[in-house]
């Protein structure tokens, strides 16, 4: 795939908000024709593809599929998050029937990941409007650092500030790989098509998106939002884990705005000698 232009990257501070809460969120991206074609294709179902198979090569019996990664704002942003040419781990059509009467249980998608500085992205893209009855897919903001076991989480039913997708045709949201999430039921009479894919990087990902506002204060205030279901105490463990991966991800060990990682990590090399620390026993020994 050709490098995105740079307007079409992701800002440093989008990227600090990925971060943060796990998820970055573009709304109606894909244009109307594509979202009309999209069900047909979505039914008639997207062919398999090896894991492990670049991106520019695993659609090629999709050409849908291939305009879909292609499209700027898209393509911008799998460069940002993954890089250039990442490989595809699996790829899904996931469909809430109509007045089906059952949710999926709250999960992360895969065992437990102890990656510090680095992620896989799930892009998934909702060709239809999907309305509060249709079952949009329930995610927990700022879940996907803390260390759990795919459906580990299946028996939370409710946490405070999680969010239920509502959303235009066209829409198109970027997870990280460990966010709490699920699909809700159907009400609808409607069905509802949900198409995913699982992306891994091939390169580090330090500084792939646009740079140029690093530095803007609003990074900080990004990286340091909490959010409701969060613990008094082991919620500021999860600021920790995200300007841990922060600093990874830009290359800048020194990025600690309130001293969260700084405060934990420091190792004094310097060491004092037994005179100084004790100079009557010195002299004893030198006499």
Same mark, same amino acid.
């Given at each position: 795939? $050709?490098?995105? @232009?740079?307007?079409?990257?992701?800002? *440093?501070?989008?990227?600090?908000?990925?971060?943060?809460? !796990?998820?970055? /969120?573009?709304?109606?991206?894909?244009?109307?024709?594509?979202?009309?074609?999209?069900?047909?294709?979505?039914?008639?179902?997207?062919?398999?593809?090896?894991?492990?198979?670049?991106?520019?090569?695993?659609?090629?019996?999709?050409?849908?599929?291939?305009?879909?990664?292609?499209?700027?704002?898209?393509?911008?942003?799998?460069?940002?998050?993954?890089?250039?040419?990442?490989?595809?781990?699996?790829h899904a059509v996931h469909i809430r029937k109509a007045n089906e009467g059952e949710a999926q249980n709250l999960h992360g998608d895969a065992i437990?990941?102890?990656?510090?500085?680095?992620?896989?992205?799930?892009?998934?893209?909702?060709?239809?409007?999907?309305?509060?009855?249709?079952?949009?897919?329930?995610?927990? $903001?700022?879940? @996907?650092?803390?260390?759990?076991?795919? *459906?580990?989480?299946?028996?939370?039913?409710?946490?405070? !500030?999680?969010? /239920?997708?509502?959303?235009?045709?066209?829409?198109?949201?970027?997870?990280?790989?460990?966010?709490?999430?699920?699909?809700?039921?159907?009400?609808?009479?409607?069905?509802?098509?949900?198409?995913?894919?699982?992306?891994?990087?091939?390169?580090?990902?330090?500084?792939?998106?646009?740079?140029?506002?690093?530095?803007?204060?609003?990074?900080?205030?990004?990286?340091?939002?909490?959010?409701?279901?969060?613990?008094?105490?082991?919620?500021?463990?999860?600021?920790?884990?995200?300007?841990?991966?922060?600093?990874?991800?830009?290359?800048?060990?020194?990025?600690?705005?309130?001293?969260?990682?700084?405060?934990?990590?420091?190792?004094?090399q310097r060491v004092i000698s037994q005179r100084s620390l004790n100079p009557h026993a010195a002299k004893k020994v030198t006499a």
């Amino acid at each position: 795939m $050709p490098h995105p @232009h740079r307007k079409n990257l992701l800002t *440093s501070v989008q990227m600090a908000h990925f971060v943060a809460t !796990g998820a970055f /969120r573009m709304d109606a991206v894909v244009p109307d024709e594509m979202n009309q074609q999209a069900l047909d294709v979505l039914q008639a179902g997207i062919p398999g593809v090896p894991y492990g198979t670049p991106l520019s090569e695993a659609f090629a019996d999709s050409e849908f599929v291939q305009r879909l990664v292609q499209l700027p704002e898209i393509a911008g942003a799998i460069h940002s998050l993954v890089g250039p040419e990442p490989t595809v781990d699996h790829h899904a059509v996931h469909i809430r029937k109509a007045n089906e009467g059952e949710a999926q249980n709250l999960h992360g998608d895969a065992i437990i990941d102890v990656r510090e500085d680095a992620f896989d992205v799930q892009l998934m893209y909702y060709p239809q409007e999907v309305t509060l009855e249709m079952g949009g897919t329930l995610s927990v $903001p700022g879940s @996907h650092l803390r260390r759990t076991n795919e *459906s580990d989480t299946g028996r939370y039913q409710n946490l405070a !500030g999680q969010t /239920r997708l509502t959303c235009p045709a066209g829409t198109v949201v970027f997870l990280h790989h460990g966010i709490w999430h699920g699909g809700r039921k159907n009400d609808s009479a409607i069905d509802r098509y949900m198409f995913k894919i699982r992306f891994n990087p091939t390169v580090r990902q330090v500084r792939l998106w646009d740079l140029e506002d690093l530095y803007d204060e609003q990074v900080a205030a990004e990286l340091k939002q909490t959010f409701p279901w969060y613990e008094n105490a082991t919620g500021r463990l999860e600021i920790y884990n995200r300007v841990k991966l922060w600093q990874a991800l830009t290359g800048d060990d020194t990025f600690d705005p309130d001293y969260w990682v700084t405060r934990v990590s420091n190792r004094p090399q310097r060491v004092i000698s037994q005179r100084s620390l004790n100079p009557h026993a010195a002299k004893k020994v030198t006499a």
